[in-house]
């Protein structure tokens, strides 16, 4: 057999084990075709190589339990990382896709509205990862692949055409400049699109095709997904709304009125309010829906889409929020798209940039791309999932500004 004929099978292993979460010799011959002393061979050189690691004993049956193979959480490793306008949170995460540390680093003071200088942005997402790997053992130079997601507009995987956002970054060659800081291939991309990839991937839209993705939070922006693959246009900006007067809003103008200021503490407290069914609140949040659904009705009669995604913070105002939207939208009956809530809230953008992470990785190496082929959709940042991680690899979740350093955060502190 030679070196390639080795590796696509050794490939094929691995799908079948991916596949299966954790699997016997027995278990894997069928799915693989393989006699039991070829697998034999293949499952030893796998775990050489690190790829495959024990999983415990089968249970059940007779005799000495036959021993369960996975796929190593530690077997290669990438980071995701969401740049926002006062932190950057990190996650790193193994091939399929399990979070082992999740950092959450402040750059900017609270009342620092300068957004410093690019310098700032990209040292605090060098050390972030940095710091990040450090928590699992590496260095940043083993990464296989890091994806940084931004508040706008990105070309060719590398430079901030513009954001409005962090108006620092604009015109940085941002992926480029984090990467020699690493010393490994990092991808740049918008960080509403790898929300949708991150719904698409292990939330609400798995089973959808076509998904018009709208974020309102204390900014509005959309992404579009086209035949289940997230739609960046020819220069990196489609679904940005904000050079578009007819379409584009101010969701914290919307909801608080003329004057508020874009971090106004209200914007949070009245969105749960309304959840809660008061009254004022209610109203606030009908008033925000008729600017979403504006939005809504234009793109979905432009897409057609098997789904609508509403994502952000004003999600927190819930099933009031989407009676709303639906009462303003009029698509005629036979084609309405269905308009749901996100369900990794916070977490979406980080999931998106972990798929995203891991398939720039598989880029040349057949072993990952066999494993993403066969790895199920989950969302590798839910509690259950990362504690699950966290018990088996002893992985850690850290953030530099909670109140009790010696308390270890939870997901959810972590990802707020």
Do not use: K
Not at 81 to 86: A, E, I, L, S, T
Not at 226 to 252: C, K, M, Q
Not at 288 to 294: D, E, H, M, P
Request: aromatic content about 2%; some cysteine; charged content about 20%.
């Amino acid at each position: 057999m030679s070196g390639a004929e080795r590796d696509a099978t050794a490939a094929r292993v691995l799908t079948a084990v991916a596949a299966a979460g954790a699997a016997t010799l027995a278990q894997l011959r069928e799915p693989t075709g393989l006699s039991r002393q070829t697998l034999t061979g293949v499952l030893a050189r796998l775990r050489e190589r690190g790829w495959l690691t024990d999983a415990g004993p089968a249970d059940g049956g007779a005799g000495r339990p036959a021993r369960r193979w996975r796929i190593a959480p530690r077997a290669l490793l990438v980071a995701a990382v969401d740049v926002g306008p006062r932190a950057v949170r990190v996650v790193i995460a193994g091939p399929c896709g399990e979070a082992l540390t999740v950092r959450r680093t402040p750059v900017l003071d609270d009342d620092d509205h300068s957004h410093g200088d690019g310098d700032i942005w990209t040292a605090a997402v060098v050390s972030a990862v940095r710091a990040a790997c450090a928590d699992v053992g590496i260095e940043g130079e083993q990464l296989a692949a890091t994806c940084v997601a931004v508040p706008g507009i990105v070309v060719d995987g590398d430079r901030v055409r513009r954001s409005d956002i962090i108006p620092a970054i604009t015109g940085l060659a941002l992926a480029s400049q984090i990467a020699a800081g690493l010393g490994s291939p990092v991808v740049a991309a918008n960080d509403v699109n790898l929300a949708a990839l991150g719904e698409h991937r292990a939330g609400v839209s798995r089973t959808a095709a076509d998904v018009v993705h709208v974020h309102v939070g204390r900014r509005s922006s959309t992404a579009l997904m086209i035949d289940g693959h997230v739609h960046d246009g020819r220069h990196g900006a489609a679904g940005e709304i904000g050079s578009n007067p007819s379409l584009y809003f101010d969701p914290v103008v919307e909801l608080l009125g003329a004057g508020a200021a874009p971090h106004d503490p209200r914007f949070v407290s009245t969105l749960r309010a309304a959840a809660e069914g008061d009254p004022t609140a209610v109203g606030q949040v009908r008033h925000l829906a008729r600017a979403v659904a504006r939005l809504v009705r234009v793109l979905g009669s432009f897409v057609d889409p098997d789904l609508v995604v509403v994502s952000g913070p004003a999600a927190l105002a819930g099933e009031v929020l989407l009676d709303a939207i639906r009462a303003e939208v009029d698509f005629p009956a036979d084609i309405a798209p269905d308009i749901v809530l996100g369900e990794l809230a916070a977490r979406a953008t980080l999931v998106g940039a972990i798929a995203h992470a891991l398939r720039q990785a598989a880029v040349g190496d057949a072993w990952l791309a066999a494993v993403l082929e066969a790895r199920s959709p989950q969302d590798p940042l839910a509690p259950e999932v990362a504690d699950a991680a966290r018990s088996a690899d002893a992985a850690v979740v850290r953030s530099a500004h909670l109140p009790d350093p010696d308390r270890e955060p939870t997901i959810s502190e972590v990802l707020a």
